[in-house]
């Protein structure tokens, strides 16, 4: 999720840490889809009940084959309405909105751990990101 102006220096993008992840691993929110709903709208209600973000726009980005549970994961961008984190502390216990800049100095440092290169979240992070960041899980 992003919110701002696309590829503006001050756009930012909404990632988020599992209290069962070690400290400083961040990654894209992620769901499911529940019978009857659009795919649009699945990213629309688990951002907004992960995280409180409402979403507007959303465009499909690509997918992956997920061996756990034999699944297919669908990757997707949307651009925030509001900045405004409220979550649930149940399934993200943090999410925070990154600068370009500020998620390559967290990555650089090692304060921030990214998912690893073969994975959607981690071609979703670049691509809005616009080029390869360093470190992984």
Do not use: C, K
């Not at 992003?2 to 930012?12: I, K, Q, S, T, W």
């Not at 840490?17 to 990654?27: D, I, M």
């Not at 959303?58 to 979550?87: C, D, H, K």
């Amino acid at each position: 999720i992003a919110h701002g102006d696309p590829g503006a220096p001050d756009e930012r993008i909404l990632l988020g840490h599992q209290a069962a992840w070690p400290v400083g691993r961040f990654s894209t929110l992620a769901g499911f889809l529940e019978p009857g709903e659009s795919l649009e709208d699945a990213v629309r209600r688990e951002v907004l009940e992960e995280v409180g973000v409402p979403v507007g726009e959303v465009t499909y980005q690509g997918n992956q084959a997920w061996p756990l549970p034999a699944s297919l994961m669908l990757g997707f961008t949307g651009r925030a309405l509001s900045t405004e984190i409220v979550g649930d502390q149940h399934e993200i216990e943090e999410a925070r909105w990154f600068t370009r800049a500020e998620l390559l100095a967290h990555a650089e440092s090692g304060e921030v751990a990214l998912p690893a290169p073969i994975s959607i979240s981690r071609s979703l992070i670049e691509t809005w990101y616009g080029g390869q960041l360093p470190g992984s899980w």
